[in-house]
């Protein structure tokens, strides 16, 4: 079973950093392709950028240059470096297991120019 519990948002000035967590309590975790997704107000909730089991990694064009995913399986966690943040990366972002249905409850990021 996954159960996802993502941390780390907040409030940044533009340029600055976070690095977003996310924990599965579970037990599969190393056995999931993981990925981040982002749902800012009024708009479609859209893909920020994946990591499969082997570690190879897929990013919206966005963040391309500017956010790192990875991922600790003996830690059972994904993370999100997110550098030069913009407005425009202001969301509530959550984790998700590919292939699942297990979403985390998502942390907020707003970025203020």
């Known amino acids: 079973q996954v159960q996802l519990v993502e941390s780390g948002g907040g409030l940044v000035q533009a340029g600055g950093s976070l690095r977003l967590s996310c924990v599965d309590s579970?037990?599969?975790?190393?056995?999931?392709?993981m990925a981040w997704y982002r749902q800012a107000l009024g708009k479609q909730r859209e893909l920020v950028a994946g990591?499969?089991?082997?570690?190879?990694?897929n990013y919206a064009n966005s963040v391309k240059g500017r956010f790192t995913i990875s991922r600790d399986n003996a830690k059972k966690t994904v993370y999100l470096q997110m550098n030069s943040l913009k407005p425009e990366d202001t969301a509530v972002y959550y984790c998700?297991?590919?292939?699942?249905?297990?979403w985390g409850q998502g942390t907020q990021v707003t970025v203020s120019s």
């Open positions: 579970g037990s599969t975790f190393r056995l999931n392709a």
């Open positions: 990591i499969s089991i082997g570690g190879t990694t």
């Open positions: 998700t297991a590919r292939g699942t249905d297990a």
